[in-house]
């Protein structure tokens, strides 16, 4: 698959029953290249671990099915990832010791996901149904959306017995082709990319293996980075944070510190207005003592002049009516 698909910049990828190991997922080397696609899973504990893992992918808690509505999920909590929707196949699980617990699920169509989520070509359809393989293709539209590759899980889900003989003919009639298979999944490319079936017929070596081992690794590494670059983020933004609540704190301060010189000044602004009506109060009160004083000076001099003009006249009268000094007897003398 890697080999035939990856030199691609950016795929789109279905996984059907995607439960169990994320990280050993055939979707897991696309993933980590930059792909995205669609996940189903309608177990609750690998639906979570999905969710966490692919955050860029579309992660979707149902069962597919022929039909949509509900259907009976069976699932064995002592087997991770182990789960079908298929009656008989939860039979066989139960006869061969393992527990299986029942309960409803959401049942939709691979056509109804295809029409919501689905918006350019899919590089391939990887279907792990436990049972319901041929109910999963059938609830198909291979005419409308055409995965370039198309892959099953080709055994019983509780031994190695082939089971493909239940749902090949639905993807055959869909102008599908057989390529190859790997021991455990069956590997199928529609008619216009027959030129793929070579790549897929040629067996994975150690090179290969290696190769994926190394941009793997790289994966990681960068994830790693990008883990440390986010840690560092996380640390800026709580170093921010305190820094602005510290100039929070100050300008709550110089909020207080201006509106009590605020205060100050308008007490200050009050009390030169007062001391200022006082000043112009005293001004008119002095303007006032001072046109008394003018006409005092002035009744004052009318007086004295008044005073001097009858001393002057008692002068005269005197004056006038004083006898002249008798003659002096110079005999009696």
């Given at each position: 698959m890697a080999r035939a698909l990856l030199p691609a910049d950016a795929g789109?990828?279905?996984a059907v029953g995607s439960g169990g190991s994320v990280e050993e997922s055939v979707t897991a080397p696309f993933y980590d290249s930059g792909w995205s696609g669609i996940n189903v899973e309608a177990q609750e504990e690998p639906f979570?671990?999905?969710t966490a893992a692919r955050p860029r992918d579309c992660n979707l808690p149902v069962v597919l099915a022929e039909k949509s509505g509900t259907c009976t999920l069976y699932a064995a909590p002592t087997r991770v990832g182990w789960a079908t929707a298929s009656a008989v196949v939860a039979a066989d699980l139960a006869a061969s010791g393992i527990t299986v617990y029942p309960r409803e699920v959401r049942a939709a169509t691979l056509a109804e996901v295809c029409a919501e989520y689905v918006r350019g070509e899919i590089s391939f359809l990887k279907i792990d149904a436990s049972g319901e393989e041929r109910g999963v293709l059938l609830g198909g539209d291979f005419r409308t959306w055409r995965p370039r590759v198309v892959l099953f899980e080709g055994t019983r889900h509780v031994s190695s017995a082939p089971n493909f003989e239940l749902w090949e003919d639905v993807l055959l009639d869909s102008d599908y082709q057989f390529a190859t298979r790997d021991g455990t999944d069956r590997y199928y490319v529609r008619a216009?990319?027959?030129a793929l079936i070579p790549a897929l017929q040629v067996p994975a070596d150690a090179l290969q293996a290696r190769e994926y081992q190394s941009r793997?690794?790289?994966a990681e590494a960068e994830a790693a980075d990008s883990r440390r670059m986010l840690a560092a983020l996380q640390a800026q933004v709580v170093t921010a944070g305190r820094e602005i609540e510290a100039l929070r704190a100050k300008l709550a301060d110089q909020t207080r510190e201006s509106a009590s010189v605020r205060e100050q000044r308008d007490a200050a602004l009050e009390t030169a207005g007062r001391v200022q009506a006082e000043i112009e109060a005293l001004k008119t009160e002095a303007a006032v003592r001072t046109g008394d004083r003018e006409a005092l000076l002035a009744a004052h001099a009318a007086l004295r002049g008044q005073f001097e003009a009858v001393r002057a006249r008692l002068t005269n009268f005197r004056k006038a009516f004083t006898p002249p000094n008798p003659?002096?007897?110079?005999?009696?003398?």
């Open positions: 789109f990828y279905i979570q671990r999905l216009e990319d027959e793997l690794l790289a003659p002096i007897d110079k005999r009696t003398g």
